[in-house]
């Protein structure tokens, strides 16, 4: 029996970040027994992949990366490798109406299926696309129920599975006494993370609280700086990008999320499985696991005087603690066993 040829098709190269992550781990876990798995990128970009030996991209010094130019793209790369019988249109929503116009250039009964990794309005906003053209697509993969139900509200008869994001990493062994007001944030050091609030937020507090900070990016200096100006030097400790964040986060009493938006954010499901209990907006991916008082706490967006009154309540024993049992049951769901099956069985049923 032959194998179920899949292609994965980004229109843009890769680098590091959550996105990359879940592609590489699909290169390893996805039953190399049933499915051939390609990745495409129209631009360079496949190190992330580690040597994968079915990763492609396109060579050019174009850096418009238009629809057309994707689709003129992809089918040279078809041309060359031949069709497969699932194409799965990544990172924007322009990319499931980019694999519909190849489908049907080559006149070709590959199955499309858009996979986009944040809240797809934002997109729009970016001309990136947006339902319209997500609806292109035979079915979809989402990260979370708000995106299932906007597609649901565009076409009631669409297909769609809300797969979420897999727990990758081992989980690391955490301490049965982790530090007393210990926070830690994990991920890129981005304006729409809003760290500035959870250092106003510690500013304000009366209890004392540090903080690790794992992860880099554009407003790192700006980070630094807030630090210093708060007088946060002794509470705080960038610790820069790290593969594997985990085993850094083992004595953490709380993980922390002041995001503005989030597809998944699969760290706060990581901390979860570690026994650490998360705080965070309540971003449509964190809300796929986090309940309320029973595994976390939510805040408000963009209000850091109710997280320095949460931060004195737990610290002052007015609030508890979440289990760290309950913790590592709420996200069992979310293994990376469970997570490929599911896949496996999606893919092979929309191919029936």
């Known amino acids: 029996m032959s194998k179920i040829i899949v292609d994965i098709v980004s229109p843009y190269g890769g680098r590091e970040g959550g996105i990359e992550n879940i592609i590489y781990a699909w290169t390893k876990y996805l039953d190399n027994n049933i499915f051939d798995l390609r990745i495409m990128h129209m631009t360079p970009g496949i190190a992330y992949l580690k040597g994968y030996p079915k990763a492609y991209y396109l060579n050019s010094d174009n850096i418009d990366v238009t629809p057309s130019y994707c689709a003129s793209g992809y089918n040279l790369m078809l041309d060359q490798y031949g069709d497969p019988d699932i194409c799965i249109a990544t990172n924007t929503p322009v990319m499931s109406a980019v694999c519909d116009q190849v489908r049907k250039y080559r006149n070709t009964k590959m199955k499309v299926f858009s996979w986009v ?10 001309g990136q696309g947006g339902i319209n053209e997500m609806l292109m697509a035979d079915a ?72 690790d900070i794992i992860g880099n990016g554009p407003i790192e200096e700006d980070v630094r700086k807030w630090i210093n100006l ?92 979440p289990s760290k049992i309950i913790c590592q049951k709420s996200v069992e769901h979310f293994s990376k066993e469970n997570y490929f099956r599911s896949v496996e069985e999606i893919l092979k049923k929309e191919l029936r």
């Not at 809240?119 to 970016?126: D, F, K, L, P, V």
């Not at 809300?162 to 981005?190: A, E, Q, Y």
């Not at 998944?264 to 309320?292: H, N, R, W």
């Open 117 to 126: 990794h944040n809240e797809i309005w934002r997109y729009a906003q970016c």
């Open 230 to 321: 708060l007088g946060l030097q002794k509470q705080t400790n960038m610790l820069g990008w790290k593969d594997n964040p985990l085993s850094y986060m083992t004595n953490a009493e709380f993980m922390i999320s002041t995001s503005d938006y989030e597809g998944f954010m699969l760290t706060g499901a990581e901390a979860l499985a570690m026994g650490i209990p998360v705080i965070s907006t309540p971003t449509q991916g964190v809300k796929e696991y986090l309940k309320d008082s029973v595994n976390g706490y939510f805040i408000n967006f963009n209000d850091a005087n109710q997280l320095a009154r949460l931060l004195d309540d737990i610290a002052f024993m007015r609030k508890q603690i």
């Open 140 to 211: 979809h993969l989402v990260l979370n129920s708000s995106m299932e139900q906007e597609l649901k509200d565009a076409n009631a008869k669409a297909i769609v599975y809300n797969i979420g994001n897999p727990i990758l990493n081992d989980i690391p062994t955490t301490s049965d006494c982790p530090c007393h007001n210990k926070l830690v944030f994990v991920g890129r050091l981005s304006e729409e993370k809003r760290l500035d609030l959870v250092l106003e937020a510690m500013y304000k507090a009366k209890s004392t609280w540090m903080l």
